[in-house]
Every structure is written in C-alpha cells, then in structure tokens.
C-alpha cells in the first residue's frame, strides 16, 4: 500500500509540477508580449514627442516672426504719417506765402 500511497504521490508530484510549468510558461509568455508592447508604445511616445518639440519650435518661430511684424507696420505707417505732414506743412506754408504776396501786391495797386 505504501507503493500506491507513493506512486500517487509521485503522480499528483509530477501533476503539480506541470500545472506550474504551464501557468510558468504562460506569464512568461504574456509578460514577453507585455514587454515587446511596451517597447512599441515607447517608441511611439518618443516619436510623438519628436513631433510636438517640432511643432513647439516652429509655433515658436511663427510667433517671433508675427511679433515684429505688426511693429514693421506700425514704423511703416509713422514714416507715411510723418511724410504726408511734412508735406502738408509746405504746402501750407507755400499757400501763406502766395497769399501775402497776392495781398503785398494788391495793397500796392491800391495805393
């Protein structure tokens, strides 16, 4: 009886040993599939984090370039400004002139 006792010991052993190497084999299965996975999504996220520090320096760039656009303008539009009253001044003073010469010689046709 002891060699029943034992062979059944040994079988539900060897039983044991198998169910543990399977449940073994399966983890280290998933956990392989896990890690190749998890290497995929590293790469993605590092390439995605490529793409953002691109677009970070090219929004970057547009802004540097915006901001002193509107500065541009605005030297554009006091250069204009100060030419047009440059010009306006003369005209006025040529006017003012013409018109004390126009009435210097009417004051001396009436004399």
């Known amino acids: 009886m002891r060699s029943n006792a034992r062979v059944r010991a040994q079988s539900r052993f060897v039983s044991d040993v198998d169910a543990f190497e399977k449940i073994s084999s399966q983890t280290v299965s998933t ?10 999504l590293r790469t993605k996220a590092r390439d995605e984090g490529v793409r953002f520090e691109n677009k970070l320096i090219n929004l970057r760039s547009q ?18 400004w100060t030419q047009a009253t440059s010009l306006l001044q003369k005209e006025s003073a040529d006017m003012e002139e013409g018109f004390r ?10 004399e």
């Open 63 to 80: 802004f540097a370039a915006m901001k002193g656009r509107p500065r541009e303008d605005l030297e554009r539009r006091e250069t204009a």
């Open 101 to 110: 010469v126009r009435l210097e010689a009417l004051d001396e046709t009436s």
């Open 31 to 40: 956990l392989q599939t896990k890690i190749l996975a998890s290497g995929e």
